[in-house]
């Protein structure tokens, strides 16, 4: 899904200005799987004003310029249900952690080990994150996002945990690779 379509759904959840649909994006609950900028949304947004897909509400703010709420229009919703309902393309991984460790050979021991710690507890970050979220009055399928996002870093966290001596050692082989030949 392009954020184009993403900022219809962030709209389905209510009413917002392009900073709230940003912040959603950061700190909400879109920041575990997906990544949008004001470079991407502001133009959606207009876009989709221009298509009858979003109205917009100024509002006066004092000494600054008029704060623009974005409303969800009903061809709006259409729109963003008939996108739900479409094939999504396979996931993909970015990870500039990853691209780092995949050039492991070539960078000095101490940057190497800063870099993989910093992942690690990255990860165990975002379980401490995911575990201080309170389930009530969540929706069934925010919950399944929630519960995905929590075990995918767990098992990214036990993935680098399990393989952090060797690795830095040199040795490449992931455990369960080393048991499959044992």
Partial sequence: M????????????GDA??????????????????DAGYGSIYPALGKHL???????????????PD??????????RAHFEAAL??????DRIRSEYVLRLF???????????????????????????MDSLDPAGVPPGRLFARGFGRRFYEAMAAYLRDNRED????VVL???DVEAAE
């Fill in 174 to 176: 992931p455990k369960r």
């Fill in 67 to 76: 704060k623009k709420v974005y409303s969800l229009t009903p061809a709006g």
């Fill in 17 to 34: 200005t392009g900073y709230e649909i940003r912040k959603m994006f950061e700190e909400g609950p879109f920041a575990y799987f997906f």
């Fill in 85 to 90: 309902a479409k094939q999504p393309k396979p």
């Fill in 167 to 170: 690795f830095m050692r040199g």
């Fill in 103 to 129: 050039f492991a050979d070539m960078m000095e021991p101490g940057d190497l080990k800063r870099v993989y710690d910093e992942y690690l507890a990255h990860f165990d970050a975002m379980i401490a994150r």
């Fill in 50 to 64: 221009e298509d009858g897909l979003v109205s917009v509400t100024e509002e006066a703010q004092s000494g600054r």
């Fill in 2 to 13: 392009d954020v184009k379509t993403l900022c219809l759904g962030v709209l389905t959840l």
